[in-house]
């Protein structure tokens, strides 16, 4: 944190959320490799044939289907050449057509659910593909980790999205930590939290907690209380403590919820997050805050009574 200088400047490519994980999964048509990198060209074989693993899965539905009218289209030949009168022929042919109209009919309807189906066939019969494709993919971005950090960042944030563990999000934070964060950057937080105490976690709970407060939810406050001794004790943990405790003041809900870690670290709060959590303090007096009332309104009269932005603001909190 004290050594902003010494970070280098990135822009980071954006990053696109997906409704599923497994949207983010090709499969090499020619070598059935899986990877989460890349557009088009398969990082084993290196041939132009990656494709979405639903796009796999709605071929292999589809081809199921296709077989079996060729079944029907095939039953129906044969009842029309084992037939022995002109009639039975032409009956034969009729519900042949209608047989396969109905098939095609219901097919079509049902096409959504067999492509599920079907994707989940193809990661059941692929597990262990998969699995090396996704180790095959995370060794590509250590590749990078001395070279280009920006790319094995990038590479890193992509593979966290099917790979979850420790070991890929404490390298992701460790880059993190080497980027000069700024506001308008594509950030995360809670796909990072680790769950033992991490001091690099820490660092970037409170550089987030300066330039991205939106960022800090209730398992980040959660992180942060489990571990406020251990915080404590690290190099600027009561500044980041502090600005976390800030952060916190931004919503009624997280001051209410954690207090405690607030009012312990309200003497210290900026002048703009102090006044708005005495505000809200004032403004919903009937509240439960346990003993944050009184800490709010002893800082309030040792450091801010005379301060005419706290006179006239709290008199307008009144009058509301
Ligand atoms: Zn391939």
Redesign the pocket.
């Known amino acids: 944190m004290n050594n902003r200088n010494s970070k280098t400047p990135v822009f980071l490519k954006s990053y696109d959320k997906t409704k599923y994980r497994y949207e983010k999964l090709k499969v090499?048509k020619?070598?059935n490799?899986f990877t989460i990198l890349g557009d088009t060209t398969?990082p084993?074989?290196?041939?132009p044939?990656l494709i979405p693993v639903e796009e796999q899965a709605e071929r292999n539905a589809k081809h199921a289907m296709h077989t079996t009218v060729l079944i029907a289209v095939c039953i129906g030949l044969i009842s029309i050449l084992l037939s022995s009168t002109l009639l039975q022929m032409v009956l034969c042919g009729i519900a042949s057509i209608v047989l396969i109209g109905v098939l095609w009919i219901v097919q079509r309807n049902v096409l959504d659910a067999e492509c599920l189906r079907a994707l989940d066939k193809l990661f059941h019969a692929n597990e262990k593909n998969v699995q090396d494709g996704i180790i095959h993919d995370y060794k590509a971005a250590i590749d990078n980790w001395d070279t280009d950090k920006q790319r094995c960042y990038e590479m890193l944030r992509e593979i966290g999205t099917l790979l979850h563990n420790d070991m890929i999000r404490i390298r992701q934070l460790t880059l993190l930590q080497a980027f000069l964060l700024r506001k308008d950057m594509d950030l995360e937080l809670e796909p990072l939290l680790v769950r033992k105490y991490e001091p690099v976690l820490v660092e970037y709970i409170g550089e987030l907690a300066k330039i991205k407060r939106d960022l800090i939810k209730d398992r980040t406050f959660q992180y942060i209380m489990a571990y406020e001794p251990e915080i404590m004790g690290q190099e600027q943990g009561r500044d980041i403590l502090t600005a976390v405790a800030g952060a916190a003041v931004r919503m009624k809900h997280y001051v209410r919820s954690y207090s405690g870690l607030v009012r312990r670290y309200a003497y210290n709060l900026p002048k703009d997050r102090f006044l708005r959590l005495y505000q809200m303090i004032e403004q919903y007096p009937n509240e439960d805050w346990g003993r944050l009332s009184e800490e709010v309104m002893r800082i309030y009269t040792e450091k801010y009574q005379w301060d005419p932005d706290f006179q006239q603001k709290g008199q307008r909190g009144h009058t509301i």
């Open positions: 090499c020619k070598c490799a398969c084993n074989c290196g041939k044939h």
